[in-house]
C-alpha cells in the first residue's frame, strides 16, 4: 500500500525567504509519481509540481522545486521569496504505476507567510 | 479549454437524503476520478471512472455510487446520508494511456449535511 506523510500541520515563513515542506512516502512500486498540490481557502486543488520516480533531476517550476531523494524516500517541496499569495495548505501526494492510477494524498501543511 | 468543472459549488442536504454532484472533465480526457475531503484531512479516493464503468473504487461504502456518461463527464451519487458524508466532494480528470505529470481538479463541491 501507498502511504504518504507530512509530519508538519503548519508552518510559518517571512515574506520573500524561503521555506521546506517535507514529504515522505512508503510504497513497493518502482515506477510512481509524486506530485505537490496548493489548496487556498477556496477548496481549488492546484497542481504545482512532478517529479518521477526515475527522473534524474530535482523538479523545479519557477519559484517551486523538489527536493527529490529517492534512498530516503523524500520529496520535500521548497518554496522560493515567499509571497503573501502562498498562504495556504500545501499536500503532497503519490500515484503509483500507470498512468491512471489512484492519489494518495498526505493530510497537509498549513503554510502562514507574514509580512 | 473550461478545465474540470463541478456543480453544485455548495448544498446543504439533511440526514437520509439522497445527492448527486456532477463533474465535467477536462477537453480530451476519458478518465474521472472522485475524492472526499473531510475538514482538515487530504483528500480520500472514493473510485473512478472508465469507459462508463468503475475501474477503481476506495474504502467507501455502497452508499457512494457512481456513473459515467458517453460524453465522459461523471455523477456521484450518495444515499441515505450521514452527518459524517459533510465534506468536499473533489472531482480529477486524466486521459487513460497517457502517463500523467499533472492531475486535473474542478474546484470542488461543498456538502453540508445538517
Known amino acids: 500500500a501507498q502511504k504518504i506523510t507530512q509530519t508538519q500541520p503548519g508552518m510559518f515563513v517571512q515574506e520573500k525567504e524561503a521555506v521546506t515542506l517535507d514529504c515522505t512516502y512508503d510504497t513497493s512500486d518502482p515506477s510512481y509519481g509524486l506530485f505537490w498540490y496548493k489548496q487556498p481557502s477556496s477548496g481549488e486543488m492546484i497542481f504545482l509540481i512532478y517529479q518521477g520516480s526515475y527522473d534524474q533531476q530535482n523538479a523545479t517550476e519557477g519559484r517551486y522545486s523538489l527536493n527529490f531523494q529517492k534512498a530516503r524516500k523524500s520529496a520535500n517541496l521548497v518554496i522560493s521569496a515567499s509571497q503573501l499569495g502562498d498562504s495556504a495548505m500545501y499536500f503532497c501526494?503519490?500515484?503509483?504505476?500507470?498512468?491512471?492510477?489512484?492519489?494518495?494524498f498526505g493530510k497537509g501543511t498549513k503554510l502562514t507567510v507574514n509580512p | 479549454d473550461a478545465g474540470v468543472t463541478q456543480s453544485p459549488t455548495h448544498l446543504i442536504k439533511t440526514r437520509g437524503q439522497q445527492v448527486t454532484l456532477r463533474c465535467s472533465p477536462k477537453s480530451g480526457h476519458d478518465t474521472v476520478s472522485w475524492y472526499q475531503q473531510a475538514l482538515g484531512q487530504g483528500p480520500q479516493f472514493i473510485f473512478q471512472?472508465?469507459?462508463?464503468?468503475?475501474?477503481q473504487r476506495g474504502n467507501f461504502p455502497d452508499r457512494f455510487s457512481g456513473h459515467q456518461f458517453p460524453n465522459y463527464s461523471s455523477e456521484l451519487n450518495v444515499n441515505a446520508l450521514l452527518l459524517g458524508d459533510s465534506a468536499l466532494y473533489l472531482c480529477?480528470?486524466?486521459?487513460?494511456?497517457?502517463?500523467?505529470?499533472?492531475?486535473?481538479f474542478g474546484q470542488g463541491t461543498r456538502l453540508t449535511v445538517v
Open positions: 501526494a503519490m500515484r503509483g504505476q500507470g498512468g491512471s492510477e489512484k492519489l494518495v
Open positions: 480529477a480528470s486524466s486521459r487513460t494511456g497517457v502517463v500523467h505529470t499533472e492531475a486535473f
Open positions: 471512472y472508465y469507459e462508463e464503468e468503475e475501474r
